[in-house]
């Protein structure tokens, strides 16, 4: 045990990390390695969502928006200040996060289905609202930005300096988002899942602890956001849509809400599964909505949630140790009903 | 004189906007109606309910500009065929997730939304498709003591109309309703009753989804056809149904009058505001789900906790 961790798991995840740091210079061709560039930044994204849906139970249709906030932020740093993108992420992900922690207030009234569709809303309005700034945000033609340069002195090519820096940006935040939930803040946040009258009577703050949760999910949609500007060299209002609010709440629902993993396995699937399913449909929109219809039919705990579950059985049946619990969230907990039936 | 002409035009001008409101209000208080109907059976909202409108537009089209099928008797296939694709959608979809967490319940109906939408697009495509008013209500406005009204907006009010008081004659009048009233409130009571509870949501979707198809056939006109068309309508209409109070039908249609009038107000008397309007949309349901969450003709929810 190191850490807290057992040796098993630490020996998995560096191996996975290590094929992560050398994939892109053995394996990945350049659009491979962008795809899985963007599979990071995703799974920045999705860690952020994961600590508002999957810990705290607030479910946001709408995160979309604050990522719209964060690549916004680096595109019009860079096109009116001429700041370079290495210098914009941080404020791409405090002005996000900013943001995220003052719609937190409204939604603190908001219960379960009513933020869900105040979130809704809110996704759907965003592109008009960039639309609508037009000096500020370059109106519907969006910002054309130049292509991000490796640093000179690097041997690498531009996709593989995105690449690297887009996987270590994730795995710092990663880090990050673990020792929050693993700590103190994380058990608030999981008892205001659970139960927010017992939460509050046992002297937890629901305002603190719901806006944090909210501030800290935005922060990190906001850096996603200004990493995939860096990576695409181009903002346009269209592209923070409703399908991309939705495509995030899929990709932590079949990942697994609740659980640290399943933000990686829940980008994988949103990057990777509308480039296959192009070749089947034209569109992916059929293809995410069987899944997400059949995840929640068979695995409501997502993927991650789902193998936890098979692997604490399997510890059980072995008649081993008793396993750790691994507190697969429930989709929602008792508080997200408006009205149970 | 000058400025009373000024004044009588401007006047006419306002009329003629709330006329208008009124109207496109009309689109937004059938498919507010059908989530209403869908959250008074199950206490959640289906996010699904535009798209499903959508393809049902879609169904109405090919009725009436591919086989020529007369206009009113598509409108009204259409609406049965809505029907009974809800209660399909219900008894296949909805059933396994029926005594699940309310989000699991939005969770699926938005996986609907991408299967709609996505079936909607590879059967008939994204390029745009003009759809034909009613034949017998005439293009052109008539003008009625100087204010000039559009013929077809007064048919989309009084189809709005019609329907709500369908469905309260429905609700009000007939066992049918009578049992799905009761299996929406008390649904333990109602099955020792003998009312088949399950049946009774079947038929608030299959209900929900012809109001819905409606909604599609009534706005299509005005808007082009494609599959995104609804999508801005669901945000009003969502809007509308907070507004009215979301468990409350008449409520609905009223906050759908409401919303319309407002944004056609704001669209034409704030500079810049057009654009914005789906922003407003935002600001409504936001507003009102913290000032008055029960709506304007809702009653409040008390809960012992």
Partial sequence: MILGIDRRTWAVAAA????????????????????????????????????????????????????????????????????????????????????????????????????????????????????????????????????????????????????????????????????????????????????????????????????????????????????????????????????????????????????LGGPVLGATFIVWLPIYAQRIFSRPDISYGVILILVMFLVPQGIAGGALRLLAWRRRRAGGRPAPDPEPAPVAGPEAGAGSR | MGIELAASSLLEGLVQQVVTGLATGAVYASLALALVLVFRSMHALNFAQGEMAMFGTFIAWTLITQLHVNYYLAFGLTIAISMAGGVAIERVIIRPVERAPALTVVLVTLGLFFVVNGAAGLIWGYVVKAFPGPPGFPQAPVAVAGVSIGVQDLFLIAVTLVLLAALYAFFRFTRLGLAMRAAALYPETSRLLGVHTGRMLALGWGLAAGVGAVSGMLIAPIEFLDPNLM???????????????????????????????????????????????????????????????????????????
């Fill in chain 1, 16 to 259: 996975l990390l290590l094929l992560a740091l050398l994939a892109p210079l053995f394996v990945l061709d350049r659009f491979n390695t962008l795809q899985f560039a963007r599979v990071w930044i995703f799974a920045i994204a999705l860690i952020g969502l994961n600590v508002l849906t999957g810990y705290s139970g607030q479910v946001s249709l709408g995160n979309g928006a604050f990522m719209a906030i964060g690549g916004y932020t680096t595109a019009i740093l860079y096109w009116k200040l001429r700041i370079p993108y290495g210098w914009t992420i941080l404020p791409a992900g405090l002005l996000a996060g900013l943001a995220g922690y003052l719609f937190g207030f409204p939604a603190l009234k908001l219960s379960g289905l009513y933020l869900a569709l105040a979130t809704f809303a809110l996704a759907l309005a965003t592109p008009p609202v960039i639309k609508a700034m037009g000096p500020l945000t370059g109106g519907h033609e969006g910002i054309v930005l130049p292509q991000a340069l490796a640093p000179v002195g690097l041997d690498l090519t531009n996709e593989q300096w995105l690449y690297y820096l887009a996987l270590a940006i994730a795995v710092a935040l990663f880090l990050f988002g673990r020792a929050m939930l693993g700590g103190g803040t994380g058990r608030a946040l999981r008892a205001i899942r659970d139960g927010e009258t017992a939460a509050s009577a046992s002297g937890i703050s629901l305002t603190y602890y719901k806006t944090l949760a909210f501030g800290v999910s935005a922060f990190y949609a906001g850096v996603a956001g200004s990493l995939d500007t860096t990576l695409t060299a181009y903002v346009n209002p269209d592209a923070f849509d409703l399908p991309l609010s939705l495509a995030l709440l899929v990709g932590a629902v079949v990942g697994g809400l609740g659980t």
């Fill in chain 2, 231 to 305: 999508q801005p309508v669901l945000l009003y209409a969502l809007a509308s149904a907070v507004l009215g109070g979301i468990e409350n039908p008449a409520g609905a249609v009223v906050g759908g009058f409401v919303v319309g009038v407002m944004l056609a107000l704001i669209g034409t008397y704030v500079p810049g505001a057009r654009d914005l309007r789906l922003a407003f949309g935002l600001v409504i349901i936001v507003a009102v789900l913290l000032v008055r969450p029960a709506g304007l003709l809702g009653r409040p929810h008390v809960a012992r906790v």
